[in-house]
């Protein structure tokens, strides 16, 4: 499955994005879809998944509460919703595919290209 991220760009601290990951493939709905990022000079993190479905859903502590997850498969879009801002969020955010539902980086084997997010204060 080939994945395109999209949405990215500059906000407030405070502020809101909504992030979109479109999939190229009608069995999209048979992937779980997540979302990583990875902020300059440090690893690539897991942000948020969720099952086929869109539930259960599952955040890294670090967004709980300001990120939501939901996907609408009828469109082969996973959206990432990202409300209070903080210049810690400032990173590339990349979308990712696997056949299960893990925050484990290791068991995605699609990713997309990434989509920068800057954060100001």
């Known amino acids: 499955v080939q994945l395109q991220a999209s949405g990215g760009g500059l906000a407030q601290a405070g502020g809101s994005l909504r992030l979109s990951c479109a999939a190229s493939r009608r069995t999209f709905n048979n992937y779980v879809i997540g979302w990583f990022r990875q902020a300059p000079g440090k690893d690539r993190e897991f942000v948020a998944t969720?099952?086929?479905?869109?539930?259960?859903?599952y955040y890294a502590d670090s967004v709980k509460g300001r990120f939501t997850i939901s996907r609408d498969n009828a469109k082969n879009t996973v959206y990432l919703q990202m409300n209070n801002l903080k210049p810690g969020d400032t990173a590339v955010y990349y979308c990712a595919a696997s056949q299960r539902v893990t925050i484990e980086e290791g068991q995605y084997d699609s990713w997309g290209q990434g989509t920068q997010v800057t954060v100001s204060s």
């Open positions: 969720c099952n086929w479905g869109g539930m259960p859903t």
